[in-house]
């Protein structure tokens, strides 16, 4: 199936489309690390994975890794979850979503 002539125009213009839209700019900041609070979250799944390879569960050092990673993993997931659920704004895809919705309405008319 070919896109539609709209899908080839914000291929070629999303990021411009995006980075002109000042909440798509702020939700973008919102990410990057500006406080001691900040490091702080996201130093815990450092800290979390080299715990459970040091606490040695199993007897293999191959296993430790892979679940030592795993941890990491999984507390870098909720620590992003937890500073976009304390920044309080929306969803990056939503306000895109948004942003792509005018732009085909003002395409179209």
């Not at 990021?15 to 979250?41: F, H, P, V």
């Not at 430790?64 to 990491?72: K, R």
């Amino acid at each position: 199936m070919e896109p539609t002539t709209f899908e080839q125009y914000w291929q070629k213009n999303r990021q411009r489309l995006l980075n002109d839209n000042q909440e798509y700019r702020e939700a973008i900041e919102g990410y990057k690390m500006k406080s001691g609070a900040d490091w702080l979250l996201f130093a815990m799944p450092v800290v979390a994975a080299l715990l459970v390879f040091d606490w040695n569960p199993f007897g293999r050092e191959l296993l430790n890794w892979i679940v030592s990673a795993l941890v990491a993993i999984i507390c870098f997931a909720a620590c992003v979850a937890v500073k976009s659920w304390l920044s309080g704004g929306r969803p990056i895809s939503e306000i895109e979503a948004d942003i792509k919705e005018q732009a085909r309405r003002k395409f179209e008319s």
